[in-house]
T-cell receptor, first 110, second 111 residues
Framework: DVKVTQSSRYLVKRTGEKVFLECVQDMDHENMFWYRQDPGLGLRLIYFSYDVKMKEKGDIPEGYSVSREKKERFSLILESASTNQTSMYLC?????????FGQGTRLTVV | QKEVEQNSGPLSVPEGAIASLNCTYSDRVSQSFFWYRQYSGKSPELIMSIYSNGDKEDGRFTAQLNKASQYVSLLIRDSQPSDSATYLCAVNGYNFNKFYFGSGTKLNVKP
């Protein structure tokens, strides 16, 4: 079974802090994604990566950056956290078909 | 126009009935289509994938795809209270690198 693991289930950070969300997959998938999910807005793509060191902006990249130094790990970075970044963050990976999700990180910025 | 459209619901059906969930998409070159189930507070889990026109059955679930009309649907037969969740439709583009998700349809199955 594919396993996608996010480093934290719940996270509380202060405004202005630099925040790292980590995601690891164990199935050698080339594609990895970061989404945020907010009530009424569905899943919105922040960034995705189709190979090591390769990344593309999704629909809402502002305020975020990503890093993919190894195939299995995809990190989402909030350079300076703001209250409007309070959300559920979901990491996913895929090879050429279905996307598999991690358990999600509920981030609260206070 | 959104890439993937779903009725947000809620859709309420009695236990044992058929639940019908619908989804339309805008990109004609889309190749792959998926249905995910998401329970409250949990991450989405894949329940069905479909790649060619027609029906695909898996247990109580049937996915239907019509590329000419650009819609995909999910039927749940003999609905159970445990099926109560939000169902997300997802569409994958030609290069498989991007998934577009609908905002989901909330299904309530009443005992």
């Amino acid at each position: 079974d594919v396993k996608v693991t996010q480093s934290s289930r719940y996270l509380v950070k202060r405004t202005g802090e630099k925040v790292f969300l980590e995601c690891v997959q164990d199935m050698d998938h080339e594609n990895m994604f970061w989404y945020r999910q907010d009530p009424g807005l569905g899943l919105r793509l922040i960034y995705f990566s189709y190979d090591v060191k390769m990344k593309e902006k999704g629909d809402i990249p502002e305020g975020y950056s990503v890093s993919r130094e190894k195939k299995e790990r995809f990190s989402l970075i909030l350079e300076s956290a703001s209250t409007n970044q309070t959300s559920m963050y979901l990491c996913a990976s895929s090879l050429s078909g279905e996307a598999f999700f991690g358990q999600g990180t509920r981030l609260t910025v206070v | 126009q959104k890439e993937v459209e779903q009725n947000s619901g809620p859709l309420s059906v009695p236990e044992g009935a058929i639940a019908s969930l619908n989804c339309t998409y805008s990109d004609r070159v889309s190749q792959s289509f998926f249905w995910y189930r998401q329970y409250s507070g949990k991450s989405p889990e894949l329940i069905m994938s479909i790649y060619s026109n027609g029906d695909k059955e898996d247990g109580r679930f049937t996915a239907q795809l019509n590329k000419a009309s650009q819609y995909v649907s999910l039927l749940i037969r003999d609905s159970q209270p445990s099926d109560s969740a939000t169902y997300l439709c997802a569409v994958n583009g030609y290069n498989f690198n991007k998934f577009y998700f609908g905002s989901g349809t909330k299904l309530n199955v009443k005992p």
